[in-house]
């Protein structure tokens, strides 16, 4: 008994049209589009520890501290002798807004140091500059919309 795959009521002359068509509706899905940004990082003033570089997906992870994406970047490798800087680049993310955070991990501890009141006591800074009033600005102050043109975006350590 032969085996077929072919539908009985499918005449044989149609199958290269369904083909086509399900390779159309492959194509047709919708695809995660992939988003490139450069961050420069601003006013490395010492070439020791490291840059760390953080991106936020949404409010929640921002507010959360729960980064979506992240690099760490060895300070000595900006150009100059003081105020030099730093490129962190991340490829193929998702579309969308990102918040940006940055610090300079002096010591290389892996976290932002602070004094006992909780101010920081290594540099760091905010995507789009945002400015730090009492506390840490919102998301949407250090957001960065990424689509499918390549973005790019600075940070001012200070």
Known sequence: MPLSTRPAN??????????????????????????????TIRNVRDGQGHIMVALYADEAGYDARRQSAGCMLPAAGGAGESGREVKAV????????????????????GKLGTNLLGIPTEPFGFGNDAPVRLSRPGFAETAVTLSAVPASTSVTLR
């Open 10 to 39: 499918l005449p044989l002359a149609a199958l290269p049209l369904a083909v086509l068509l399900g390779a159309f509706a492959i194509g047709a899905a919708p695809a995660a589009r992939a988003a490139d940004i450069e961050i």
């Open 90 to 109: 991340f490829v193929g993310l998702p579309e969308g807004r990102y918040g940006i955070a940055v610090y300079h991990d002096l010591d290389g501890d």
